[in-house]
């Protein structure tokens, strides 16, 4: 069984077994699973209970699950260390299988993981459409997961979006704050008072025949960006489903993210290039 390990730095703001794995938001089912099947400090089998020191290494015997399909297809790596793989997603390509397509990015980074001899698959702390194009962060081990997926749904990570839209921003800058549910009557998302709470700004770079547009998001509901943008009357080109103007694909793609790093607990910045 491989191990995960760490070492405790001066900076880590964490004084026992226990703390260590509720700063990265490890549920209790888990943290007792991993204590019974082995945490080492310094070599030693030890419990939740026990403290930690800057300095101190310490191990998590985890399983090993590399259980998920694999697709043999190369991916754009824009990042990776001992924690996190970011990607790149090339439009037209689904995060999470279907049970339809043969093809998705996950199943490409599991291949990826298994020819690099990684311990553990990785996983996605969050998703993109299928239609847009742009980075999505996968954590390498369970740890790294439960500390990313909690940034996400805590809102302590920023994403940065650049959208292509039709023109006719009454204001150059903005927020959009108004809730959004599914359509009863059509496979969409719309605007709705009764639905999921969902904030986006935006800030008009250039604005012609188009508008280029630095769009972030609060959260991340199903199609928040093209359906806010929709609802001000600028929608993204190529967003046909949201009543856009043909363009040669959806002119959206995850441009930057921030946050706070799992391991050295500073902050990083990512950004992947824009295609259009």
């Avoid at 496979?187 to 709705?192: A, E, G, H, R």
Wanted: glycine fraction near 6%.
């Amino acid at each position: 069984m491989p191990r995960l390990n760490y070492r405790i730095t001066k900076e880590e703001p964490t004084k026992t077994v226990k703390a260590f794995l509720d700063f990265h938001h490890v549920g209790r089912k888990n943290q007792y699973k991993w204590m019974l099947a082995g945490i080492y400090r310094n070599d030693q089998k030890v419990t939740l209970d026990e403290p930690l020191e800057p300095n101190d290494f310490i191990s998590f015997e985890l399983e090993s699950d590399m259980h998920y399909k694999r697709v043999d297809k190369p991916i754009v790596v824009l990042y990776e260390d001992e924690d996190l793989l970011i990607v790149d997603k090339p439009i037209g390509l689904l995060v999470h299988t279907d049970g339809i397509q043969s093809d998705d990015l996950n199943a490409r980074v599991t291949s990826y993981a298994i020819t690099n001899k990684l311990d553990w698959t990785p996983l996605p702390a969050h998703r993109l459409d299928k239609e847009t194009s742009g980075m999505v962060i996968y954590a390498k081990h369970p740890i790294a997961l439960s500390y990313l997926s909690h940034l996400f749904e805590s809102h302590q990570i920023k994403k940065t979006y650049i959208a292509l839209t039709q023109p006719g921003y009454k204001q150059k800058q903005g927020s959009i704050n108004v809730a959004i549910s599914s359509s009863r009557h059509e496979d969409k998302q719309i605007v709705n008072r009764s639905g999921q709470s969902a904030h986006t700004t935006y800030k008009v770079l250039e604005e012609s025949e188009f508008a280029r547009v630095l769009v972030n998001i609060l959260g991340g509901r199903k199609h928040q960006i093209r359906v806010h943008l929709a609802f001000i009357g600028t929608p993204i080109l190529g967003d046909t489903l949201y009543g856009g103007k043909p363009y040669t694909r959806l002119a959206l793609h995850f441009h930057e993210v921030s946050f706070i790093h799992p391991r050295t607990h500073q902050a990083v910045v990512f950004t992947s290039k824009v295609p259009f």
